[in-house]
């Protein structure tokens, strides 16, 4: 009488352990991109108004658009540096406490300096915050067939973002500038206490080590 044995089948690249939270994880990191993205649009809209109220020049007014988007785009690359040598939580984290900083501080501004130094912070933050979401989502989904999915429903969300934005900066017109500031920090609050409950803490990666030569 024969036996047959049978054997576990190979791991292949989709069976890696998931994180049961990792459509969560989407929600936090996608609606933190979106919040990022949701601030330019509305600003830009804003521009007007903003010069009225607080006296800005037509200089200064392109500032304050120029600074945020200059030091977001100038700086995701170290963003991405700083996420592998930190961790992924804690750059977002950071991220997201500069970003409300300068937003307390661009929704309380009475001058040029002070509006200018708030967009400068919010920069700052977006340039980590948003690669980090990036690289969250990326590991949260290892399987390629999850991961496709993802990365659709951040593409959405990026463009819902550009084009909510515009119709709310309409709409907050009629209210007042400052509320296009104070709208990001109670966000920013709920996001940054999901993310600690929700991203699971990662140790950072640290520098790729360099191949030594045999005999070594």
Avoid: C, H
């Amino acid at each position: 009488m024969s036996t047959t044995v049978r054997t576990a089948p190979k791991a292949g690249p989709g069976d890696a352990p998931r994180d049961n939270r990792r459509w969560w994880i989407l929600v936090v990191v996608a609606s933190a991109q979106f919040m990022v993205g949701l601030d330019a649009t509305v600003v830009n809209v804003m521009l007007p108004q903003l010069q009225r109220g607080i006296g800005l020049s037509v200089a200064n007014t392109q500032w304050v658009m120029s600074i945020y988007v200059l030091l977001f785009g100038g700086l995701m690359l170290m963003g991405g540096r700083l996420t592998d040598v930190l961790g992924r939580r804690r750059v977002l984290l950071g991220g997201m406490a500069l970003f409300i900083a300068g937003s307390l501080l661009a929704a309380s501004a009475d001058g040029t300096s002070q509006l200018l130094i708030a967009r400068a912070l919010q920069g700052l933050g977006a340039a980590g915050l948003a690669p980090a979401a990036l690289s969250i989502m990326v590991t949260s989904f290892p399987d390629p067939k999850e991961r496709t999915k993802a990365f659709g429903v951040w593409g959405t969300v990026i463009g819902i973002g550009a084009s909510i934005g515009t119709l709310l900066g309409g709409a907050i017109i009629d209210i007042g500038w400052r509320w296009a500031f104070y709208i990001n920090i109670p966000l920013g609050a709920i996001l940054a206490i999901a993310a600690i409950a929700l991203v699971p803490a990662m140790r950072p990666t640290g520098p790729v080590p360099r191949p030594t030569s045999p005999g070594r």
